[in-house]
């Protein structure tokens, strides 16, 4: 079984500060993770995955991720955010090579103050 | 735009109806996820087809099913319906059956049941 907990439900910057949207994972295998990133009215983008290679994963847009087996954990990163980051962002796990399918957290409403 | 097209892109219905969801994934796809996005459950897998046969499933329930046919091409079929059915309704596709593969979202069929 796997899980996928996303410790913040909305977080609010200012334009041009750093984002760090977090992520905490189960899993019972040995997990793929990723971000996806909807905006309004839209459908899902991956902004980036990891698939057990290099443990920092550089995405879209400047964000990146970096896996930590420790910590569970595979938090979204940007140094600067901008206004068209305004989105909801999704961590999502796969395990047992996707034959359990996507899981999916409840999503982080990411807010851009001017 | 991703390339998966989804129709029809809102549809109305009553409570005990039935309705027909359609996905057409991008070419050269073989593989089609559907998913329920929903205010108090979230985003929520629900069942996998690669090249016409049941991949994964997920919550999807006994009242739902979902085909891929020959074309490729994929419905989910939802009966009896209730009211808690009332979601945005994502199809995805990707090249390969793993889930490690991107997954490329529709922009959704939102479906309200009255």
């Known amino acids: 079984a796997q899980s996928v907990t996303q410790l913040d439900s909305h977080v609010s910057v200012s334009e041009g500060t750093p984002v760090l949207l977090r992520c905490n994972y189960s899993?019972?295998?040995?997990?793929?993770l990723f971000w996806y990133v909807q905006h309004p009215n839209k459908g899902l983008q991956l902004l980036l995955k990891?698939?057990?290679?290099?443990?920092l994963v550089k995405g879209i847009n400047g964000f990146e991720a970096e896996f930590k087996k420790s910590e569970t954990s595979f938090h979204l990163t940007k140094p600067s955010a901008h206004m068209s980051d305004a989105a909801e962002y999704f961590c999502?796990?796969?395990?047992?090579?996707?034959?359990?399918?996507?899981?999916f957290g409840k999503g982080t409403h990411l807010i851009i103050q001017p | 735009d991703s390339g998966v097209t989804q129709t029809p892109k809102h549809l109305i219905t009553a409570t005990g109806q039935r309705v027909t969801l359609r996905c057409s994934p991008r070419?050269?796809?073989?593989?089609v996820y559907w998913y329920q996005q929903s205010l108090d459950q979230g985003l929520q897998f629900l069942i996998q087809?690669?090249?016409?046969?049941?991949?994964a499933k997920g919550n999807i329930l006994e009242r739902f099913s979902a085909q891929q046919f020959p074309d490729l091409h994929s419905e989910l079929n939802l009966s009896s319906l209730e009211l808690g059915d009332s979601a945005l309704y994502f199809c995805?596709?990707?090249?390969?059956?793993?889930?490690?593969?991107?997954?490329?979202f529709g922009p959704g069929t939102r479906l309200t049941v009255l």
């Open positions: 995805a596709s990707t090249k390969g059956g793993g889930a490690d593969y991107e997954q490329f």
């Open positions: 899993s019972s295998y040995s997990p793929s």
């Open positions: 990891y698939t057990s290679a290099a443990t």
């Open positions: 999502v796990v796969s395990g047992r090579g996707g034959a359990d399918g996507l899981t």
């Open positions: 070419s050269g796809d073989l593989s």
């Open positions: 087809y690669y090249n016409g046969e049941e991949r």
